[in-house]
């Protein structure tokens, strides 16, 4: 059995702050951990009650899609055995936390760990200020298990890696704060969500709408009408499963229908946010829109200048032709003839390729819906 060597444990460190600045380096730094730490695999879990999200080392990412698939995640007893053991800044393995007795009853230990032809792990809690996101390594039967001295040396490490999430975290709330002002530029509602189904970030529309259709529960989002939970829950949880496979297409979202008192449901969409978003580090995972039948959809006046080199007047006469305002009235409000208002919708017909104004009103509605 190879011991871990002292002097390649700063390598992991120096890995750690390479991935918390650049997500997808984390299958990498795992696998140079894995090596380093005589492991066959090395893991990072965000540990969420709903969907929660890993990075792994190539080796291990069959087996941690077994994990989440067969739902192991919310059967794991090890993050909650290392806070109520408060051991949770301190490193761990299985007869650290569990007695022979507690292990052979383990359905998760036999069931996916033994069963995987793995004998024991190394692990430790990286980050546990807005839920638990844990480190592990696992060795296989054959390479044996991890002892005493293993884990002695992985102590002196901690320290540093707990620092490099922590400035993960940093790096990555500043990039939810970026989503955050796409979000806040959405026409419809929107909303970030994260792990545990509670809000990020909504813009304007987006709080309106919770309001109106949502209460909150221990912090999560659950639709007011009892009708609407079950699928609402479904949905996110369709959503967070796409983040860690590939065999949950988009195409199999499924409208929610939100009821309120007073007026016509709500119609939201829930959707996995992908790319550099999906940091295990970062707190938006999901993106909620929220339509409402009753609200008139709108697009900016600068939108028909940028795609159709309107000037600004133009572009206002547009807007207020597509709404169903008469040139009289348009020309009374701006304090201008009706002349020009007729001018200016000429022009707008030359640039757009439209010949009338019912034409040109359809054209700026299916703008409209594209971009709303």
């Not at 169903?324 to 701006?334: L, T, W, Y």
């Not at 104004?357 to 299916?366: D, F, K, W, Y």
Request: positive net charge; hydrophobic residues 40%; proline residues 4%.
């Amino acid at each position: 059995m190879k011991w871990i060597n002292d002097t390649e444990l700063p390598d992991i460190v120096a890995g750690f702050w390479d991935a918390a600045a650049q997500p997808d380096e984390w299958s990498r730094v795992l696998q140079s951990a894995s090596e380093i730490l005589h492991a066959e695999g090395a893991i990072i879990i965000n540990h969420a009650p709903e969907g929660g999200s890993y990075y792994s080392s190539p080796r291990m990412k069959a087996m941690m899609e077994e994990f989440f698939s067969h739902n192991w995640v919310n059967r794991n007893p090890w993050p909650q055995r290392i806070m109520r053991k408060r051991l949770n800044k301190d490193a761990v393995t299985e007869w650290l936390l569990f007695s022979r007795e507690e292990l052979n009853r383990l359905e998760v230990y036999n069931d996916w760990t033994l069963k995987n032809g793995f004998c024991g792990s190394l692990a430790t809690i990286i980050n546990s200020d807005d839920g638990i996101i844990s480190f592990d390594c696992g060795r296989t039967i054959a390479q044996g298990p991890f002892g005493e001295k293993d884990v002695a040396q992985f102590r002196k490490i901690i320290p540093a890696m707990r620092n490099a999430a922590y400035i993960g975290k940093r790096i990555s709330e500043a990039r939810d704060a970026g989503a955050g002002d796409i979000v806040d530029q959405m026409s419809c509602g929107a909303l970030l969500i994260d792990n545990w189904g509670r809000t990020v970030r909504a813009n304007a529309a987006g709080e309106r709408h919770v309001r109106d259709a949502f209460e909150t529960m221990d912090g999560r989002l659950v639709p007011k009408h009892p009708g609407a939970r079950d699928r609402f829950k479904a949905e996110c949880n369709r959503a967070l499963r796409a983040l860690w496979t590939s065999q949950v297409p988009l195409s199999e979202s499924q409208a929610i229908t939100l009821m309120r008192q007073d007026s016509r449901p709500l119609v939201a969409r829930i959707f996995p946010v992908y790319g550099a978003m999906n940091d295990i580090l970062r707190r938006a995972r999901l993106l909620m829109i929220i339509v409402d039948p009753d609200e008139e959809a709108y697009i900016e006046a600068d939108v028909l200048q940028n795609v159709f080199g309107m000037t600004r007047s133009e572009a206002e006469v547009c807007l207020d032709i597509a709404r169903g305002v008469a040139p009289a009235q348009i020309a009374a409000v701006r304090r201008v003839s009706v002349h020009t208002i007729r001018r200016q919708v000429k022009s707008a017909f030359m640039k757009t390729g439209t010949r009338r104004q019912p034409e040109l009103a359809a054209l700026i509605g299916r703008l409209t819906n594209r971009l709303s």
